[in-house]
């Protein structure tokens, strides 16, 4: 998706753009995608035409300009104020609202990015509809990237927030890795550990917090592997490997029921005997334990 933000501040350019035949809108209710399953799940995109009957001065006042897919506008609207969305004429048979977190294993990369986008827009347009310094309504600009404060002494600008959450595989320098369980998770599953970093904090700090807080192992060396987008409601999950620098595990009970340090070849068993399950394949959790599991050579050290 190409965010191209110039254009959110030309209002003749956003007109045109939203009568554009082949404008995609994906659609939010009540924090729920938009989605048409037949054999396979995609984004259900609607048409120009198809929205005119669904913005009102409220929904218009959630529109974000995403961005463009090649030279096709893509838009989104929340549509929460529908008591039963399913009725409404224009949607009646677009498909079905779904959480984004059951749906997202089943949708193209492309689909889960756009609703990701989407959900994560139109939740924060929802939730800032008033001023946090002078408690006035806000209304949208730039495209719906931007809510100012109506109250003129006031003029506070708001902007999409993103919260920081660090998710981290900590290994011990060898053969082992250490994954946890929450009492809430079914059972035989295991995962990375993760938390959100604190103001003031560095990335690295927050890493080494956490693992404390939650295992009560120390962490030394702290290496970046990627990130991953979380939009449940705002947050980018920034992952890592961490280098533990001791050994003995005591679970918070508040956050960890159980902990537990893995061998490589205790983790390939336990999944193959069903004891382990780990998160699916299209998280960020998973993708640093199978990256720890098949190394490249080197790159543990990296
Ligand atoms: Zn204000």
Known sequence: LDRRHLVRRDPAELERLERHPEAGFVVVWRERSLVVEDGTARAALLNSADVQSL???ET???????GFEGELPRFAF????LEEPERHPA???AGDFLDLRQVAPRVPARDGNLL???RAMTTWHRRHRFCGVCGAPTESRDAGHLRVCTRSTCAQQGFPRTDCAVIMLVHDGGERCL???Q???PPGVYSTLAGFVEPGENLEHAVAREVFEEVGVRVGHVTYHSSQPWPFPASIMLGFWAEATSEQ????PSEIEQAHWFTRQQIVEQMASGQLRLPPRMSISRRLVDDWLNPDPGSLSR
Do not use: P
């Not at 929340?78 to 104020?81: G, M």
């Open 55 to 57: 913005l009102d001065a």
């Open 60 to 66: 218009r006042s959630t529109l974000v300009l995403l």
């Open 78 to 81: 929340d549509v929460s104020a």
């Open 91 to 93: 949607l009646a048979s």
């Open 116 to 118: 990701a986008y989407a």
């Open 179 to 181: 994954l946890g369980r």
């Open 183 to 185: 009492a809430a998770w």
């Open 249 to 252: 595990i005591e679970a918070d």
